[in-house]
């Protein structure tokens, strides 16, 4: 097993939730601490208050990973003698690094929403509210027909060519490509200052914007020519809708307040609040993790008949109301379930690449309500 430390760690980590899927105002990544340094073992947490720092410290933790960042507006000092000055000079003091993904990781598949959508037992699972897809490319190479092949193969590998279900999908026509070697060159095929024609293939595959440098790296390095001729497009198709919150069916449809029983018990939540008729029967849910009220009209878009989600104020309500949207709300504090969906997920990730870490749930229990 290798040891690492906490760039390695969190690089996998981005390659699930990466940075971009984050809203523009939301101020993710690393908040304390450094990450260069070794990291054994990564406590996973809702929040971070200075009840989880102590429990990091006591654990062995070198790396926190949070939901919710604990520095939401910038600071303009760090006095220790305050509550968050004094949590910020204990994670320094006990080299305590601390990391968040917020929006992002409600973005990401298989992250909050997604996990909260589980946990209801919903099925046709899509996106509520869009917010990011990425442009489509095509990279047209052209290449020597005896090595073309194997060129077809590395673009496969570095995941060109992958549409939907189907993997090194490409396309190939055959031409004559012409070239002068100049001198100074170190020609694959030819003669320096000689006019050469080769039989080539104009190798075409499609993929994603991100994987635009990892594919090109790929060619780069597995291309006889010298100097490789090749052009980008970009395209008018998108790659596949990323966004917040998800909406899908129950098995069988439920009265709302059959169905509010049924939050409150697979969330773990002590009381939930109910908006509309407690009879009305619903079987679309749409559920969005942390604060939902400006999506009530994203979920009523997507046609749900009910809406779960925390912190509906007050006139959202009235206005779901009168659109015939039925709501759960459940608290924002449901979002817990990232807890044991992050150090799974980032268990099963380190295992794969040989990484010597532990992951860490925490049990502070971080609601600040109470109920009576």
């Not at 006095?79 to 973005?107: F, M």
Request: aromatic share 8%.
């Amino acid at each position: 097993m290798k040891r690492v430390n906490g760039h390695e760690i969190l690089t996998l980590f981005e390659q699930w939730s990466p940075k971009r899927f984050a809203e523009n105002w939301d101020p993710i990544g690393l908040h304390i601490g450094q990450l260069n340094r070794p990291v054994e073992k990564v406590l996973i947490t809702l929040d971070v208050n200075e009840a989880v720092v102590d429990e990091a410290i006591e654990k062995g933790a070198n790396l926190i990973i949070a939901h919710h960042p604990p520095i939401f507006s910038p600071l303009k000092h760090i006095w220790t003698d305050t509550p968050q000055g004094r949590l910020i000079e204990k994670c320094i003091k006990h080299d305590i690094s601390v990391y968040a993904a917020h929006t992002n990781l409600d973005v990401a598949p298989g992250g909050v929403n997604d996990l909260l959508a589980s946990r209801l037992g919903l099925a046709d699972i899509e996106v509520m509210e869009p917010t990011i897809s990425d442009p489509l490319y095509k990279l047209a190479v052209f290449c020597p027909v005896e090595q073309a092949d194997e060129l077809r193969r590395v673009l496969a590998r570095s995941g060109a060519g992958a549409i939907g279900d189907y993997a090194g999908c490409s396309f190939t026509s055959t031409g004559t490509g012409r070239f002068t070697p100049s001198a100074g060159a170190d020609p694959f095929i030819g003669e320096v200052g000689k006019l050469e024609e080769v039989t080539e293939e104009r190798i075409e595959v499609v993929l994603p914007g991100p994987l635009r440098s990892k594919v090109l790296k790929a060619m780069l390095a597995a291309h006889p020519y010298e100097e490789p001729a090749y052009d980008f497009f970009i395209l008018d198709q998108r790659t596949e809708e990323f966004g917040l919150g998800r909406v899908g069916k129950l098995p069988e449809a439920m009265e709302l307040k059959e169905f509010a029983q049924f939050v409150k018990k697979v969330l773990d939540v002590p009381a939930v609040r109910i908006v509309g008729d407690a009879s009305k029967s619903v079987r679309k849910v749409a559920v969005l993790g942390g604060s939902g009220s400006k999506y009530i009209r994203a979920a009523k878009r997507k046609g749900a008949d009910v809406f779960v989600t925390g912190d509906m104020d007050f006139h959202s309500a009235q206005d779901a109301e009168l659109m015939d949207l039925a709501i759960v709300d459940p608290g924002h504090h449901v979002e817990k379930v990232m807890i044991e969906g992050v150090a799974r997920y980032m268990e099963q990730a380190c295992l794969k690449k040989g990484y010597d870490v532990s992951f860490i749930e925490s049990q502070i229990d971080t609601e600040p309500f109470r109920f009576v």
